[in-house]
Nanobody
Framework: VQLQAFGGGLVQAGGSLRLSCAAS????????MGWFRQAPGKEREFVSS????????SYADSVKGRFTISKDTVKRTVYLQMNSLKPEDTAVYYC???????????????????WGQGTLVTVSS
């Protein structure tokens, strides 16, 4: 199983970035794809998730209304569109995949089996 995350970079506050995560080597039925982030000195935290079947989404309160998660079934890719970025969004962003996660567990990083390598997002003030 391989998850490849890319799209990070340096952006000014108020700007936008779109992260992508391509999945290979895994059957995507019943998979939940998640985005997490880890800032220096902080724990890895949940950002957003989407179910591969049905496209049910969930967001952390800190990003709700600014970030949008979506998926492309043909490309086997999940996207995280990040708008109105703030300096506090600066972190390494990771995509992850877990199978059969119920709604109450999708924010728990320990429930995800597969992880991508991370992509750095830096938001300057």
């Amino acid at each position: 199983v391989q998850l490849q995350a890319f799209g990070g970079g340096l952006v000014q506050a108020g700007g936008s970035l779109r992260l992508s995560c391509a999945a290979s080597g895994v059957t995507l039925n019943s998979i939940v794809m998640g985005w997490f982030r880890q800032a220096p000195g902080k724990e890895r935290e949940f950002v957003s998730s989407i179910t591969w079947n049905g496209g049910s989404t969930s967001y952390a309160d800190s990003v709700k209304g600014r970030f949008t998660i979506s998926k492309d079934t043909v490309k086997r890719t999940v996207y995280l569109q990040m708008n109105s970025l703030k300096p506090e969004d600066t972190a390494v962003y990771y995509c992850a995949a877990g199978r059969g996660l119920i709604l109450s567990t999708r924010r728990d990083r320990t429930q995800y089996t597969y992880w991508g390598q991370g992509t750095l997002v830096t938001v300057s003030s």
